[in-house]
């Protein structure tokens, strides 16, 4: 199927664009897209495990002066600029080499599934958990993540019923607070988070305020109505509700699942094991929507239920009943790395049925050879 993006973002068009236009001119041709798209990937996942280094349990920053050297802060501006600005060019550099493949398309947006909940994770270093004076508690933080991958999700389930990818205007904005907020926490330190800086509200407030304010009324509300329109001109993919509403339901119940297990762990998982709980519930996600993605590309049916939630529901179960007991940390770091395996697994897998089926190598530009 064809691909279709549209971006009305007043801060895209206006500020964005023109720089990225600039960028993409240095960028040498014989480089491949999907390469831009991993190369901003990793720069992601080498600043969380930086971040992660110096502050394990989100509490460095609640200190003062903070216990995370100001180089840090610096560097992880400089690397999300980057990861934004790659992620902004790779589908122009695509166009600009004759390069645009299905594979890209899954490439970008199953990293991008994932970079989501990175991103966020690294932005709660720099608020930090709530230590009675300042900070956010972990609770908040689990609702915040949940926010934003709702966002995440309902861009694509309204691709998976239009066919066409609405970009979301939260995600620029996100992009430049998040550069922002860690220039100023490199530049000022952390003191800047733990002030009230208006009417007694702290920053992070506000940001949290912003982003469910954007989410529930800007996000959602254009979604449904994209596919309301879609409805009225006739264009939608699935004739039925049913089919239409098909995608939602193994991330619903994810989120019902891994909520479950936050208010009824018996050890306080989540505040026990903050860091290791949050990550699980990105890759987890990450997992469940490439599923969808893949589906609204092929315009195959998605799956009622994702394979994932039975063992998630079984850890639950055991947790919740009391089952774990003190080993509920334990199994969480276990079943952890299993779901972060079987995700990479399954990324590596469909890379190479995609490569070899389109007959074009992941990271190269040159042709395959037909045997």
Not at 65 to 91: K, N, Q, R
Not at 303 to 313: G, Q, T, V
Not at 362 to 370: A, M, P, Y
Request: aromatic content about 16%.
């Amino acid at each position: 199927s064809q691909y279709s993006a549209v971006d009305t973002n007043p801060l895209s068009v206006y500020v964005m664009q023109p720089i990225w236009n600039k960028i993409i001119k240095i960028v040498p041709l014989w480089i491949a897209p999907n390469l831009l798209t991993f190369s901003g990937f990793v720069m992601i996942l080498v600043n969380y495990f930086l971040i992660s280094f110096y502050d394990w349990d989100y509490t460095a920053s609640g200190t003062s002066p903070g216990l995370v050297p100001t180089w840090v802060w610096l560097f992880s501006a400089f690397t999300t600029f980057c990861a934004y600005a790659l992620d902004s060019i790779d589908g122009k550099h695509a166009r600009r080499t004759q390069s645009s493949t299905p594979l890209g398309e899954l490439f970008d947006h199953g990293l991008d599934s994932w970079a989501t909940s990175i991103f966020v994770l690294s932005f709660f270093s720099v608020c930090s958990r709530d230590n009675g004076k300042t900070g956010v508690s972990v609770y908040t933080m689990y609702i915040y993540l949940s926010i934003v991958l709702f966002n995440f999700m309902c861009s694509h389930w309204e691709k998976y019923n239009t066919g066409v990818l609405f970009l979301p205007w939260g995600y620029d904005i996100s992009q430049v607070i998040l550069i922002t907020a860690y220039l100023l926490t490199g530049t000022v330190g952390v003191e800047i988070w733990q002030k009230p800086f208006l009417f007694g509200y702290y920053i992070t407030d506000a940001l949290v305020i912003l982003l469910v304010g954007f989410s529930l009324f800007l996000s959602f509300p254009q979604t449904l109505y994209n596919i309301h329109r879609a409805h009225l001109k006739k264009t939608l993919k699935n004739d039925s509700l049913y089919e239409g509403l098909l995608p939602l339901v193994s991330p619903l119940l994810l989120f019902i699942l891994l909520t479950v297990w936050v208010v009824l762990s018996p050890g306080n998982i989540l505040s026990k094991q903050p860091r290791l709980f949050l990550w699980m519930v990105g890759v987890t996600f990450s997992n469940v929507i490439c599923k969808v993605i893949v589906c609204q590309m092929s315009s195959t049916r998605p799956e009622l239920f994702h394979w994932i939630l039975f063992p998630l529901a079984l850890v639950v179960y055991a947790a919740i009943s009391g089952l774990l007991g003190w080993t509920e940390e334990a199994v969480l770091a276990v079943f952890t790395a299993l779901v972060t395996a079987t995700h990479l697994h399954y990324g590596v897998c469909v890379g190479r049925q995609l490569s070899e089926h389109l007959n074009i190598y992941i990271f190269s530009l040159k042709k395959r050879v037909q045997e």
